[in-house]
């Protein structure tokens, strides 16, 4: 079995109560760094550790909050990015509702270690019914002294809301969070000024995922050195995977990084192989922004190395052979999916979330879904799939944010490595034509 | 706490008058006190879906006009707030709203048959309501539940590994409940507001 850290409480009846979290050892780490250790000590701990943004980007966390600006006497701001909205993606959304003390736990220490006083955890619209179990473990926070004023005796206090946002993947993004959470339309704003200096309310901020934030509880717990021993290389400490498609036990699994994605696939601590004992055919690991790759490169690296679950590991290769860890969401694919499909499905998801504030974004992710329709209706022409290709190239690295590369990825990649279902598709519009939702093709190259 | 207060607002437009009820203007207060004075603005979305909630499960221009006379803003930031996120509906729609994910990981586990099936059993295209104002049938993009594919969520319930079979239960109990008078619904309003 493989070391729990952050869900190594998960199984214990009655976790998401103030009283069982507390017998439990829950706060215990609040209780150390508001009394024996100064906020900068308590960063230290966390840049010790090597902990990685969770939400995608994997950017040391404790070099993001040393950034801070700590000098302006304008309030600080500390947000927690729960818009978990990247399609595979649903590990935050299993700890929030299941251990919700955990997350408040780490944002009491990390609000204590950023000096910040107000702290907002900013959720998607459509997780509306998670509110309410926030909410109830916030008001256990208050009435037990660990949120309010003056926390634990000490003069530091903290108040944390919860404030939903209404359906918008865009808002996972930091700045368009923030604008977001300032009652505005979620444009990215142009960066720098980084949200170090100017964010919320054009005050210092400093915005984590969910699985970042709940992380610094046990890394105070433990020391950040030990945390820096688990893991592998730079990769350091657990990450929640949340593991779709069509494999047998879809589902939330905390691994430590650093094992192979062929005991991630196939043993049965975790996805428990494919489903209907079929073949695998391909893996997008880390979210629906990452390159997808079909399953020799997923197995193993151009090296013949088995390849691991870390940001390294999975990034060898570069955008040739390798692919990302992202935020975790590892969907799979069984023989019978047809790429092309879900290429187009990905490509009307980023046409539909693109905020339209530049131009190769708004116009690219619409012409790319709609060639990608048409490809995948049997009306393609030979001259799409590169005209596919070349769009990405012009979208990518040409936008505020990075939902513009996000969008070109997915649709280059599975150009490079799927090009043969493409040019079926345009070749064979009578058989596609006639094949109902477009799957289960059996290709015969 | 920091934050402002603001008073009990009404507002009348052609006849017509816009009012929250008392319970619901004592929240709003609440929210718009989580906000630092002179950010009352933050407060929008949160409003907007409350607003939703309480004049009947959509908005119109008068709606809006209201929720910016509360905030003293500018209509206008409304409308451009309100028009940006896809869970502020500006058609009216049925008592249940069914969200049925599309994106790649459910499309892999069969969430075309599902909007198939629910489209043959509603009678009804996607985007469209029944004639009985019950059902809204909507195709979206990711739920973020992905594991459990596929997944439909009907206000704010989440409904996870259907099948054909799952569907006809779920639809067939809420036309059941639906003329009872309370509420089946999640109270996801009540629990917006900290208890402390």
Redesign the interface.
């Known amino acids: 079995m493989g070391r729990k850290i952050l869900l190594e409480k998960i199984g214990i009846e009655g976790i998401q109560r103030f009283d069982v979290y507390k017998r439990s050892g829950g706060y215990s780490a609040v209780d150390k760094a508001l009394k024996a250790m100064t906020p900068n000590e308590v960063l230290e701990e966390v840049r010790k550790s090597g902990l990685r943004g969770r939400g995608g980007a994997g950017f040391p966390t404790g070099m993001k909050w040393s950034f801070l600006d700590k000098k302006s006497n304008q309030p600080r701001y500390l947000i927690c990015n729960a818009d978990e909205s990247e399609p595979g993606t649903f590990k935050d959304r299993y700890l929030m509702e299941h251990i919700p003390h955990l997350l408040i736990e780490g944002m009491i220490c990390s609000a204590f270690a950023l000096e910040s006083k107000t702290a907002y955890i900013y959720i998607r619209g459509e997780f509306k019914y998670l509110v309410g179990i926030l909410n109830k473990a916030l008001s256990e926070a208050y009435a037990n002294g660990y949120l309010g004023k003056n926390i634990l005796g000490t003069n530091f206090s903290l108040d944390i809301y919860v404030h939903p946002g209404a359906g918008a993947y865009i808002c996972g993004e930091e700045t368009a969070l923030i604008e977001s959470l300032e009652g505005k339309r979620g444009n990215p704003r142009l960066k720098p000024p980084f949200p170090a200096f100017v964010g919320l309310y054009g005050c210092p901020t400093v915005v984590n995922n969910v699985e970042t934030l709940a992380s610094v509880a046990p890394i105070l717990n433990i020391g950040g050195f030990l945390y820096a021993t688990i893991g592998n290389g730079k990769s350091t400490g657990t990450k929640l995977i949340s593991a779709c498609g069509n494999i047998n036990k879809p589902g939330v699994y905390e691994i430590e990084l650093g094992i192979s994605v062929q005991d991630f696939i196939y043993s049965d601590e975790y996805c428990g192989g494919i489903k209907n004992g079929k073949q695998l055919k391909a893996v997008v690991p880390g979210g629906s922004s990452v390159p997808v790759l079909p399953a020799h490169l997923m197995l193993k690296t151009t090296n013949d190395c088995p390849r691991l679950m870390t940001y390294e590991s999975l990034a060898e290769g570069g955008f040739e052979t390798g692919t990302m860890l992202g935020s975790g969401g590892f969907i799979v694919y069984d023989e019978d999916q047809c790429m092309v499909r879900n290429t187009m499905s990905f490509s009307r998801f980023y046409h539909h979330e693109s905020c339209g504030q530049c131009s190769p974004c708004r116009e690219g992710t619409g012409w790319q879904e709609r060639i990608l329709s048409r490809i995948e209706n049997g009306e393609g022409r030979a001259k799409d799939i590169d005209l596919l290709a070349d769009i990405s190239k012009h979208i990518e690295g040409n936008t505020i944010c990075p939902l513009g590369d996000a969008a070109a990825w997915p649709v280059a990649s599975a150009i490079k490595h799927f090009r043969k279902e493409f040019e079926f598709h345009v070749e064979h519009p009578d058989i596609v034509k006639n094949i109902r939702h477009g799957n289960i093709i059996n290709y015969k190259f | ?2 934050g402002n207060y603001i008073q009990h607002k009404i507002y009348h437009k052609e006849g017509k008058t816009y009012s929250f009820s008392e319970t619901t203007q004592e929240r709003v207060n609440e929210i718009i006190a ?1 906000y ?1 004075r002179g ?1 009352q ?6 409003l ?2 409350i607003a939703q909630e309480e004049f009947g499960g959509s908005l119109n221009a008068d709606i809006m006009d209201y929720v910016a006379v509360i ?1 003293d ?1 500018q209509p206008i ?1 409304v409308y ?2 309100a028009t ?5 509906y500006m058609d009216k729609v049925g008592k249940f709203v069914i969200e049925v994910c ?4 459910c ?3 069969g969430a ?2 599902m909007i198939d099936y629910l489209k043959e059993k509603l009678n009804i295209k996607v985007g469209e309501t029944t004639t009985d104002g019950l059902f809204t049938l909507k195709a ?10 596929p997944v439909m ?1 009907i206000n ?3 409904h996870e590994q259907l099948t054909k079979e799952s569907i006809d239960r779920i639809i067939d109990t809420l036309r059941e409940q639906a003329y009872e008078p309370q509420n089946n619904d ?1 109270k ?1 309003v009540e ?6």
Request: contains cysteine; hydrophobic residues 35%; charged residues 25%.
């Open positions: 706490m920091i989580r630092p950010k603005k933050s407060a929008l979305l949160p907007l879906h905030l803003i930031e451009e707030v940006f996120y896809s869970q502020y599309q994106t790649g990981p499309l892999a586990c075309d048959d979206v993009e990711c739920l973020g539940a992905c594991g459990y594919a969520q704010t319930k989440f999640d996801w629990k917006f507001c900290l208890r402390k």
